[in-house]
């Protein structure tokens, strides 16, 4: 006589508020090199979206052209995506953002990208303060043409043919700070922990939220030499500050000694969490976060955590005074003027 073995009952599935496994937030098989950075930012960002609970056909993935443009492939397949034209991303994020104002925007863009043919348009972006998540995935190096220095590579820094680099760089935090962004981070594709942390913010915030996060490109950039390499970054790293995130839906209670560290309430409702290192520092303080920037540079130092955060400004929607339905959902009769008005404007030029 056969009997069948019991199975045990299969472990339950892990599943955030949303009632959705984090498998729900997965793309594509990556076709990048193996152990590129840029991998490990799209696992962190599939990490985020999943703790967060971010309805996926809600997100609007946005890319220009590059190694960096082609990872929105790599997570939330049920999304929407765009890919446009090399440097010209922000253009096309900010019709899709104005035409649809409940979709959460994610523009991922490369050093090239952003910082050489794309820095007329990023420049235009910042000063609007779309409200996006701008991720910059920075190797310093254009990694889809034979790893030539990009405008984000260090002074004195090194090729691994030897070339050494006499340009000094364009620095994304600085000009995010300048002209307008009001969340500015910067990172390390080698810290996963405080990418998370970062991006989470940058989701609860309703602004242009630019994060440069050091993206080591293991092909062309990765030597000794090489200021954005995994090992010079491991080194080299220096936080600002300890972040954490306390999301809109948690009743949490965070519980720190006076001075120590400063919460600030984002749009949405969740909060960032500052804890103070060595550094006395308050990233709120724009001319602060400024003259930080050009220390660090002077320093030769890799400064990690939030740089600047400003939660009073407009956004482009709130300066437009765009109405609370998305655009794209309105009837023709609400969008589409009526010939008598046509006819008054007509009449009015003669």
């Known amino acids: ?37 840029h991998d490990s930012i799209s696992n962190q960002l599939i990490k985020a979206f999943y703790e967060y609970g971010v309805e996926p056909h809600r997100v609007a993935k946005l890319s220009g052209i590059g190694c960096s443009s082609k990872t929105p492939a790599y997570f939330l397949s049920k999304s929407h995506g765009f890919n446009a034209v090399h440097g010209r991303m922000p253009s096309v994020a900010t019709g899709a953002v104005l035409a649809n104002r409940d979709l ?5 863009s490369g050093d090239g990208d952003t910082a050489s043919i794309g820095i007329g348009q990023f420049v235009h972006l910042l ?28 002074l004195g820094s090194k090729l691994k043919t030897g070339v050494v680099n006499e340009l000094p760089a364009v620095d994304l935090c600085g000009l995010a700070v300048e002209l307008g962004a009001t ?7 080698g810290d996963p922990k405080q990418v998370v942390t970062l991006m989470k913010g940058a989701f609860g915030h309703s602004g242009t939220a630019v994060l440069d996060i050091i993206s080591p490109c293991v092909t062309f950039n990765n030597h000794a030499g090489s200021t954005k390499s995994y090992t010079w970054g491991k080194e080299n790293e220096e936080l600002i500050q300890d972040v954490g995130f306390v999301p ?16 600030v309430k984002l749009h949405d409702g969740s909060s960032i969490i500052l804890k103070k290192l060595e550094r006395d520092y308050d990233p709120t303080n724009r001319r602060k976060a400024l ?33 609370d339905e998305p655009l794209a959902t309105l009837p023709l009769d609400r969008v589409r003027p009526p010939k008598s008005a046509l006819d008054d404007v007509m009449e009015s030029l003669k």
Do not use: H, W
Not at 104 to 108: D, P
Not at 128 to 152: D, M
Not at 183 to 189: E, G
């Open 127 to 154: 000063r609007r303060n779309l409200p996006i998540v701008y991720i910059v995935e920075n190797n310093g190096v254009y990694g889809l043409t034979k790893g030539q220095f990009s405008a984000t590579a260090d």
């Open 291 to 323: 003259e930080l920037l050009l220390d660090s540079d002077e320093k030769k130092q890799f400064l990690t955590g939030l740089i600047y955060l400003d939660t009073k400004k407009e956004n482009l929607i709130e300066l437009l005074d765009v109405v």
């Open 248 to 263: 809109f839906f948690d009743e949490i209670d965070v519980d720190y000694d006076e001075g120590e560290a400063k919460k």
């Open 183 to 189: 969340y500015v981070a910067r990172s390390f594709a």
């Open 1 to 37: 006589m056969s009997t069948t073995a019991k199975q045990p009952p299969a472990p339950p599935k892990k599943v955030n508020r949303l009632g959705l496994a984090q498998a729900d937030y997965r793309g594509k098989p990556s076709t990048l090199c193996k152990g590129c950075g």
């Open 104 to 108: 959460v925007a994610v523009g991922v």
